[in-house]
């Protein structure tokens, strides 16, 4: 089983900039895919952005071109660089995990779960 525990989140100003961190252990192999997740309140969970196996990495269109995910050099570390955030980035940001899956594109997802981090945008 996958632990995942998040770090990074925190208020900030409009146009200001993140950068979330996410440390996972607790299996042996590194190579599968991995994401984060948002969910504000009121609203659902939403899918921000993910990375695989292979490095290929997808991203939600309201943040294109402004958060960028990447996985540290072991492969057990996950971030999510955030630029020019905005009021509507506010959430509650988790970190997310599938071993089960190397590509994140494959069907049927079992994602594990990090305590997640808070992040507000004020304007």
């Known amino acids: 089983q996958v632990q995942l525990v998040e770090s990074g989140g925190g208020s900030v100003q409009a146009g200001g900039s993140l950068r979330l961190s996410c440390e996972a252990s607790g299996y042996t192999s590194s190579s599968y895919c991995m994401g984060w997740f948002r969910q504000a309140p009121g609203k659902e969970r939403e899918e921000v952005a993910t990375i695989d196996v292979d490095g290929r990495t997808t991203y939600v269109d309201s943040v294109k071109g402004r958060f960028t995910i990447s996985k540290g050099n072991t492969k057990t570390t996950l971030y999510l660089q955030m630029n020019s955030l905005k009021p509507e980035d506010t959430a509650m940001y988790s970190c997310?995990?599938?071993?089960?899956?190397?590509?994140?594109?494959?069907?049927?997802?079992?994602?594990?779960w990090g305590q997640g981090t808070q992040v507000t945008v004020s304007s």
């Open positions: 997310a995990a599938d071993p089960s899956r190397r590509y994140c594109s494959d069907r049927y997802p079992r994602w594990y």
